[in-house]
């Protein structure tokens, strides 16, 4: 008779690290292509990006998980805090990501060129990883930067015969599973009750205007006289009045924020309408965050921008390692190399709500009230 195998059962198989983490398959697979021998720094150069790929696998499975977490009407507090302890997780694995870009830069530039030419065609484009990770996101697709002609995105995934990739298939695969994180975000923040009104409810779109002018009036009233404010802070006269004019210019964006009259020309008046209800949720969870029922939609917020900053960073420091090593030379996929790196991690933004609406908030003694918040409160009992 055999024993049992699964953990907890009686006697179970004995295992080794080796076996349990599959070391000497892990450690088999840095030959690099076509048999030709490989070199310490072309075995590094592998092995680093190894290591990225294993790093966005883990991100991937937590975001779709925080995905799912937000997906239904109701959000129990104890679900959205599994969600920001995911969210927390993949930030940090950003963070440390963002530091292996320094172990790259130990190859001088005459390293790496020794065996880049090997890696024509191949590019950082091929990631599908890390599009999936971008995909679950809610990177718009439209604002991708092409190289090499029209959907050279989705081309960098097929196979040389046109076939899709398995990292395509699983790329389509991921989209075709559900919502991004950006969506199913933007769906709970529209049903966020907002001074206890929730979308529906008699009177809700004038409640959220209500909200909205009562906020700006208070940002106009902590701002103060734009002219004397300018005044205080700067000596020449043409300094002071441009300052004064950004001051003024702040509030009109504010209110232009709000009402959502900075979409396109031609946005429905309903997506203007829901828009504006999702970033007047965004405010009203970031300034009354001291409201019990609101710790854990604040907690949300702030980790997806902590996240996001974390991807940015990693972008950036990418570009920098990339700059060190070749210059501005060409990407062995055919991009700008460089240029195209310090343009993505400028543009490539998801939660762009999220980070503008820190240029209106405001201190707390300069909020205005919000009234009766007993509908924030925990409740116990029946």
Not at 121 to 134: D, I, K, P, T
Not at 347 to 365: E, M, N, P, S
């Amino acid at each position: 008779m055999t024993a049992p195998d699964h953990p907890g059962a009686a006697g179970p198989r004995a295992t080794s690290y080796w076996d349990y983490l599959r070391v000497d398959a892990l450690l088999s697979l840095q030959g690099g292509v076509g048999g030709a021998p490989v070199s310490t720094h072309e075995e590094l150069f592998i092995v680093v990006h190894q290591i990225y790929e294993l790093w966005f696998k883990l991100a991937i499975r937590e975001l779709r998980g925080i995905r799912d977490e937000l997906l239904p009407e109701f959000v129990p507090d104890q679900r959205m805090s599994v969600a920001v302890h995911s969210l927390r997780r993949v930030g940090v694995i950003f963070e440390i990501a963002a530091q292996h870009w320094r172990v790259m830069e130990t190859l001088s530039t005459r390293d790496f060129l020794d065996f880049r030419e090997k890696l024509m065609r191949a590019s950082g484009f091929q990631s599908g990883q890390f599009r999936e990770v971008e995909a679950i996101l809610g990177l718009d697709e439209a604002a991708r930067i092409g190289y090499g002609g029209k959907g050279s995105q989705d081309r960098a995934l097929m196979n040389a015969d046109g076939s899709a990739s398995g990292s395509k298939s699983r790329l389509d695969a991921l989209r075709e599973s559900g919502p991004p994180i950006l969506v199913v975000l933007e769906r709970w923040l529209h049903r966020t009750p907002i001074l206890g009104s929730r979308p529906g409810d008699a009177g809700d779109a004038a409640v959220v205007a209500g909200f909205c002018a009562d906020y700006v009036t208070a940002m106009e009233r902590d701002i103060g006289d734009p002219d004397a404010r300018a005044a205080l802070q700067l000596e020449d006269p043409a300094a002071r009045s441009a300052l004064a004019a950004r001051y003024r210019a702040e509030v009109a964006r504010a209110r232009d924020f709000l009402r959502a009259a900075d979409l396109p020309e031609g946005t429905s008046d309903a997506e203007r309408a829901r828009r504006s209800r999702i970033r007047a949720a965004i405010l009203f969870i970031e300034s009354y965050r001291d409201l019990p029922l609101l710790a854990w939609p604040r907690e949300l917020l702030d980790s997806l921008v902590a996240l996001e900053q974390s991807m940015l960073i990693f972008r950036q420091r990418h570009a920098r390692m990339v700059e060190r090593e070749i210059g501005s030379r060409p990407g062995t996929g055919g991009s700008e190399g460089v240029a195209y790196l310090d343009s993505t991690a400028l543009r490539y933004r998801v939660f762009k709500d999220l980070w503008a609406v820190r240029t209106i908030l405001l201190r707390k003694g300069a909020l205005p009230a919000p009234g009766d918040t007993s509908f924030y409160d925990y409740r116990f009992g029946g």
